[in-house]
């Protein structure tokens, strides 16, 4: 923020950002980008960074959501693959990718395995599972690291389903789907407490991916399923989308339902305006077609500055025991 970036842009990015101006965590030689088209915010601090850095930048552009928008992404997406294939003097080799794709296919079925069993009431899915999922998700794909760590989850969560073990002694009373993104600290304490509390988050819209497996019979199928999927990737797929807020509801409509999720809460960040724009709509399409509240929280995901830990615990608390469970035993 010293060098001027202002602090209403969107913290997921600064923090990150952060350590590459600073050359704390690390330094990159390029930045590849595929927010055009679905956030601006992020696209200019990409931009800035380049620029501030020297270094090249490699954009995929989102266009609309049609057969025709995928047509032209998948376009796109060669030919960044082409650029990318010149500024490092290397071609993409098809086995090594191949591979990689394989061992995304594998662990993707050991995601929606996870996915499925939490649709169970109670759910036997620790709550801590349910982000590990979604950070492997984003980190590790395609390493034989995340197909172990998706099986060890999914192992350990068959043996919960089988006993029926839940942590809280009063049982699961609230099954809470985030609307947007959760918390990112403090998360330990904060994901055990809600569950010790018989609060159970089925998911959240970043860890709720749309994504098909690869077909890894030649290069242009691959290419074809990576497009997709990355179109389609939470965040792009919505904020993105032809009508933010349309898909929006759409999606949530679809993970509420197959999660069997009773509330939902919403939490983002200050600095994304295009969510705050359309969040009264969501929850009104949320109430009026699967009779969910929605709890909206002042916060910001990224940064612990804004609102303590214990203030969102005491209002989530609050909002289960004073509108969730009175909704459930008619008494409100
Ligand atoms: S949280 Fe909002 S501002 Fe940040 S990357 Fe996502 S859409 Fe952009």
């Known amino acids: 923020m010293a060098l001027g970036l202002p ?14 101006l ?21 696209s200019k601090l990409h931009e800035f960074t ?30 960044l693959v082409g650029e990318l294939e010149e500024w490092l003097g290397e071609k993409l080799d098809e086995d090594y990718l191949r591979m990689m794709l394989e061992r995304c296919n594998k662990a993707s079925d050991l995601f929606y395995e996870l996915m499925e069993m939490r649709g169970h009431r109670p759910s036997p899915c620790p709550n801590l599972f349910t982000l590990f999922a979604y950070a492997a998700r984003f980190t590790m794909w395609g390493t034989e690291e995340a197909i172990t760590m998706m099986q060890v989850m999914v192992d350990v969560v068959r043996e919960r389903l089988e006993k029926g073990e839940y942590p809280s002694p009063d049982g699961e009373i609230a099954r809470c789907f985030w609307t947007y993104t959760y918390y990112y600290w403090d998360w330990v304490r904060f994901f055990n407490n809600m569950e010790e509390k018989g609060i159970t988050f089925v998911g959240d819209l970043l860890g709720s991916l749309i994504m098909q497996r690869y077909d890894t019979t030649d290069m242009d199928t691959m290419f074809d399923g990576l497009a997709r999927n990355c ?3 939470c965040m792009t797929r919505q904020m993105g989308a032809e009508s933010m807020s349309a898909q929006w509801i759409d999606d949530l409509i679809h993970w509420t339902t197959r999660l069997d999720a009773d509330a939902a809460i919403f939490c983002g960040h200050h600095a994304c305006k295009q969510t705050w724009s359309v969040f009264s709509m969501t ?40 509108v969730v469970v009175k909704r459930k035993t008619g008494k409100a």
């Not at 602090?7 to 350590?19: F, H, I, M, P, T």
């Not at 380049?50 to 376009?75: C, S, W």
């Open 7 to 20: 602090d209403y842009l969107c913290s997921a990015n600064g923090v990150e950002l952060g350590s590459v």
């Open 50 to 79: 380049a620029r501030m850095l020297g270094i090249p930048q490699f954009l995929l552009e989102k266009p609309g959501d049609n057969a025709r928008g995928h047509e032209t992404y998948v376009t796109y997406f060669k030919a």
């Open 231 to 233: 179109q389609d990737y």
């Open 22 to 42: 600073t050359n704390v965590d690390f330094e990159p030689d390029a930045i590849i980008s595929a927010a055009p088209g679905s956030c601006d915010a992020n």
């Open 283 to 322: 929850r009104n399409e949320l109430m009026k077609r699967k009779k969910i509240p929605t709890l909206m929280l002042q916060g910001d995901a990224w940064l612990k500055t804004m609102t303590p830990m214990s203030a969102i615990e005491d209002q989530i608390d609050e909002f289960v025991r004073n």
